[in-house]
């Protein structure tokens, strides 16, 4: 059994413990799932989305981990590559064994019963990374889909990125 570990935010604790994770993620393949991690021996890429997930607005995140069949059939691949479909264990080995694992995630393409839940566990608000990996030193896209109206700091960051095409 595959573990896996997704996170969610803090106050859909009790639906989850009640119910499962429901599959309303959509995959780029089209149909709907679950997003996820394996469960690795670093922390750090374990839990890598927090901090990126946290730009959406949500503050606290907790990480469900759960098992699925080795056999199970999801989809892997780094967020801005096309994912390959693969056994949940080949998927978690692929991801495992990169130099730099930020970035990687699975999709499960069905809900996770709550059966298949093995914990909730509060994890680490600050842990990961924000725009994208290796963004320390690179001025962020200020397009309008990568920092939306509202966001913090985000007037001075698209007035930078208009600045950068009139000059």
């Known amino acids: ?8 935010a803090a106050k859909n604790i009790r639906s989850v413990r009640r119910v499962g994770i429901r599959a309303e993620s ?39 981990h759960f098992r699925i069949p080795d056999d199970e059939m999801v989809w892997v691949g780094h967020y801005n590559s ?28 069905r809900p996770i019963q709550v059966r ?8 680490n608000q600050v842990t990961g ?6 963004a320390h030193g690179k001025p962020p896209c200020g397009c ?4 939306p109206p509202g966001q913090y700091g985000g007037t001075k960051i698209r007035k930078a990125y208009e600045d950068s095409f009139n000059s």
């Not at 309008?144 to 920092?147: A, D, K, L, M």
């Open 26 to 64: 959509h995959g780029r393949g089209g149909g709907t799932g679950v997003y996820c991690v394996p469960v690795l021996p670093s922390y750090q890429m374990t839990y890598q989305w927090g901090r990126e997930l946290r730009r959406g607005g949500q503050r606290t995140f907790v990480a469900v």
């Open 129 to 134: 990374w924000r725009y994208m990996p290796n």
């Open 1 to 8: 059994m595959t573990l896996l570990v997704h996170l969610t």
């Open 82 to 109: 096309d994912p390959v479909r693969l056994a949940s264990a080949e998927a978690a080995a692929l991801v495992a064994q990169q130099e730099d694992a930020r970035g990687y995630e699975l999709f499960v393409p």
């Open 144 to 147: 309008p889909v990568c920092i």
């Open 116 to 123: 298949e839940i093995h914990r909730v566990r509060r994890v």
